[in-house]
């Protein structure tokens, strides 16, 4: 079987190009021969082999599923069409849901697959992840890779790209609790900062010069609802205090490397709160370091030692200040970094911020996709209890 994919190569100077590689059998052999066209190389695949009258099937691709699975996630990480990479939290996310179509495709030659096939894969994803969003993410990646096989002229036509995962209204009920679970409320973040600021000022003089930077992470992620990895990458000319302003331009990966934000609209200025101005203030004081929030060579701190030595210690300190009633706090839930940037936006719906400064704030792309996000935090329960009140008999 032949057929034609594609793969980059060196070129002059520090450049890599596309080109199209020609892949055959003579006998039990396998032969490629690289072209600049994918014409020509369709071209020289009608008379390829040591027997120019055969017929070739260009879609009999002899790869397998998985194969074409792994290479169209490392076309996300080095994309070629000009298109940004996905990050290394997505990358594994992705390969992780990736291993439920595998599991059901993994001896099937990609050309084999069909829309049979296709609803196995929907099936098992729907009866083997915890949720119906896990599950439609996993058939929308089985399907992803089944076009990129098509994009790649390994087969065809993708099959199954018309099925989906149906939502059942009990399942949209447990995203939406699911959703709201997972934001701190405001007495929450009340005790997370009231927490930093006590172990900022400990007995410790080593931990009490660590959580000079802590607590002002705390602050920034509460005021700001940036992601983690925005304020590990925070530099501190984007501290714009004599305009307002805290400008969001930059991100640190999970490696270290410093690049844009994912999409162009998380490029955004955000007004400066003034609770947040002197933890900043005292966190860029105590080292002349680029970045804000970095280790004492300048480099981003590592996510995981932040959870460690960080966020643990920051729950840990606020429910045992919770724990004693004089300091009138609530206990606080294990929660992730994510939930203080839910909080904020659930702060300025409260506060009636309209839709597209939210939008903006946020670093979302669309108005409807913040909607979606965080349209259950948009209701207005006590408009709600005033109308029950009116149509009371």
């Known amino acids: 079987m032949s057929h034609i994919t594609t793969k980059m190569v060196k070129s002059k100077g520090d450049t890599r190009r596309k080109v199209y590689v020609a892949r055959w059998k003579e006998g039990t052999k396998k032969k490629e021969k690289i072209f600049d066209r994918k014409r020509d190389a369709t071209k020289f695949l009608e008379t390829a082999g040591t027997d120019p009258a055969r017929e070739l099937d260009i879609y009999g691709s002899d790869k397998t599923y998985v194969e074409v699975a792994r290479e169209y996630r490392l076309s996300l990480i080095e994309p070629t069409d000009g298109s940004d990479p996905i990050g290394e939290q997505t990358n594994r996310t992705y390969k992780r849901y990736l291993t439920y179509s595998a599991f059901v495709l993994q001896k099937h ?46 087969i065809k036509g993708a099959p199954g790209q018309k099925l989906k995962v149906v939502t059942s209204r009990s399942n949209k009920m447990q995203e939406r609790i699911r959703k709201t679970d997972q934001v701190f409320t405001t007495d929450e973040v009340r005790s997370l900062l009231r927490a930093a600021d006590a172990l900022a000022q400990d007995k410790q003089k080593q931990r009490r010069k660590a959580w000079v930077a802590y607590r002002a992470l705390a602050y920034f992620l509460a005021y700001t609802g940036a992601r983690i990895s ?34 162009r609209d998380g490029i955004r200025d955000i007004p400066l709160v003034p609770e947040l101005v002197t933890p900043m203030q005292e966190a860029m004081r105590a080292h002349d370091r680029n970045l804000v ?26 429910n045992e200040m919770a724990a004693d009633e004089e300091n009138e706090l609530v206990p606080v839930r294990e929660l992730g970094f994510h939930a203080l940037r839910h909080s904020y936006a659930s702060r300025l719906i409260a506060a009636n911020v309209d839709l597209k400064r939210l939008q903006v704030w946020m670093g979302h792309h669309d108005p409807a996709y913040t909607v979606k996000q965080y349209g259950h935090l948009m209701e207005d329960r006590a408009a709600d209890a005033a109308l029950m009140e009116k149509i009371a008999v």
Request: charged residues 25%; positive net charge.
């Open 109 to 154: 030659r990609i050309g084999e697959v069909n829309d049979e096939w296709m609803r196995n894969v929907r099936d098992y994803c729907v009866m083997n992840t915890n949720s119906t969003r896990a599950a439609s993410e996993a058939f929308r990646l089985c399907k992803a890779v089944m076009s990129y096989a098509e994009e790649q002229s390994l």
């Open 230 to 263: 925005e304020a590990r990458g925070f530099p501190r000319v984007g501290f714009l205090h004599n305009q307002n302003l805290i400008s969001i331009r930059q991100k640190a990966t999970e490696s270290g490397e410093i690049e844009y934000p994912k999409t």
């Open 293 to 318: 929030f970095s280790t004492r060579n300048g480099d981003p701190l590592e996510l995981r030692n932040l959870y460690n030595r960080m966020w643990k210690p920051l729950l840990a300190k606020a």
